[in-house]
């Protein structure tokens, strides 16, 4: 079944740990690409996203995500995590025959020690 | 900032009564969702209008029916609430200015005992 794809369920880190969480989608065509995060107690809020052009996005608090369109994938990246990272993670795709709908991964959860 | 809010965030309630969630957007969006989350689990569609007077079913079936008399009003009605609807309800908007891009509330968690 087409599908959003987060293989890394639950991701613990020290302070200062590189971090990469993986997002593989199934569709074909073309896609956008977000990734939310949702902070404890928080509302989901847009990280960043990917619509077109250059395929290495930058977002908010120094994450980033790449876009490799031949292995379907939209990795999200920070070089040096914060405890304050400490989040739930969703990958996300609109299929752009179909913008109304937004197609969710299952998350991963981030935790970060000090 | 994305202004978009939802209530109660809370609520616990006995089975078999009617209960309405609130979502109301401040910024001009044309279409609004519901989504649905489990904990642990992503968020499935449940409903979505492109504009008043329209609604839509998502891709999850519920029991829930949504109404869209005003632009920025979206509220989502469970007839006859029942344990199996104990979840977390995640209300949403997107439109002019905001391309694809869906803007989230702080979501409703509902309890039905």
């Known amino acids: 079944a087409q599908s959003v794809s987060q293989h890394n369920h639950h991701v613990i880190l020290s302070e200062a740990a590189s971090l990469e969480l993986g997002c593989n989608y199934s569709?074909?065509?073309?896609?956008?690409l977000f990734w939310y995060v949702q902070y404890p107690g928080q509302h989901l809020q847009l990280l960043l996203k990917?619509?077109?052009?250059?395929?290495l996005v930058k977002g908010i608090k120094g994450f980033e995500a790449e876009f490799i369109k031949s292995k379907f994938s939209f990795n999200l990246r920070k070089p040096s995590v914060q405890w304050s990272d400490t989040a739930e993670y969703f990958c996300?795709?609109?299929?752009?025959?179909?913008?109304?709908?937004?197609?969710f991964g299952t998350g991963t959860r981030l935790q970060v020690f000090p | 900032e994305a202004d978009i809010y939802q209530t109660p965030r809370y609520l616990v309630i006995g089975t078999g009564k009617k209960i309405t969630l609130e979502c109301s957007q401040t910024m001009g969006h044309d279409k609004m969702y519901w989504y649905q989350q489990d904990p642990g689990m992503e968020l499935h569609l449940i409903h979505y209008s492109y504009g008043v007077n329209s609604t839509e079913k998502g891709d999850l079936s519920s029991e829930s029916t949504v109404s869209r008399i005003r632009t920025e009003h979206f509220p989502l009605t469970l007839e006859s609430a029942r344990p199996s609807h104990t979840s977390q309800y995640l209300c949403a908007s997107s439109g002019v200015g905001s391309g694809e891009t869906q803007y989230f509330g702080p979501g409703t968690r509902l309890l039905v005992l």
């Open positions: 569709y074909g065509g073309t896609v956008n």
């Open positions: 996300a795709v609109i299929r752009s025959y179909n913008t109304d709908k937004l197609i």
């Open positions: 990917y619509f077109s052009g250059d395929p």
